[in-house]
T-cell receptor, first 109, second 116 residues
């Protein structure tokens, strides 16, 4: 039972903002939206997470809609090193983190 | 030290061999995880230890045997594996015990296992 829906793939030009959408229409009130990414043959890397408010850190920004049914991860100035599979995950916290199929983001030079 | 270290990075074993994968973290984290990832698929949860006790076993076959000797170390003992068990095995940790809200996981780089 997939909790999130993401496009299977996206391209973005180097230096531009990459906007990755995620739908999570069945999210519960105490569940957070997490984003991880996995660069080829490496372990997943935490990017950002949020509950209701928009969040920003040194890697990315997370925009969550007011009804919390969807969100967007923004990489403000994409580089070639941002090419990876990006996973949007809805979870209470550290319990049974379950990965969906994610979005394969390719940064084009 | 903010890393989860997995050894070995690569392992080739026969179906009759016994081997172990090792995972270490020195961040004082209290929950540790094993994930399995087949090629071009997302990671799948296998086991979770919380405060050194096995808390979740996702119906993993008994040929995989986890062990948590102390709060910094997690092992995965392998015995009589099948070729279909070939995969990337990922270890992760998180600061507090299982069921903590607002928590994130830190992953190691994984062990690429090939079973011949």
């Amino acid at each position: 039972d997939a909790k999130t829906t993401q496009p299977p793939s996206m391209d973005c030009a180097e230096g531009r903002a990459a906007n990755l959408p995620c739908n999570h229409s069945t999210i519960s009130g105490n569940e957070y939206v997490y984003w991880y990414r996995q660069i080829h043959s490496q372990g997943p890397q935490y990017i950002i997470h949020g509950l209701k408010n928009n969040e920003t850190n040194e890697m990315a920004s997370l925009i969550i809609t007011e009804d919390r049914k969807s969100s967007t991860l923004i990489l403000p100035h994409a580089t070639l090193r941002d090419t990876a599979v990006y996973y949007c995950i809805v979870n209470f916290g550290n319990e049974k983190l379950t990965f969906g199929t994610g979005t394969r983001l390719t940064i084009i030079p | 030290d903010t890393e989860v270290t997995q050894t070995p990075k690569h392992l080739v074993m026969g179906m009759t061999n016994k081997k172990s994968l090792k995972c270490e973290q020195h961040m004082g984290h209290r929950a540790m995880y094993w994930y399995k990832q087949k090629a071009k698929k997302p990671p799948e949860l296998m086991f979770v230890y919380s405060y050194e006790k096995l808390s979740i076993n996702e119906s993993v076959p008994s040929r995989f045997s986890p062990e948590c000797p102390n709060s910094s170390l997690l092992n995965l003992h392998l015995h009589a594996l099948q070729p279909e068990d070939s995969a990337l095995y990922l270890c992760a940790s998180s600061p507090f015990g299982l069921g903590t809200a607002d928590e994130k996981l830190f992953f190691g780089s994984g062990t690429q296992l090939s079973v011949l």
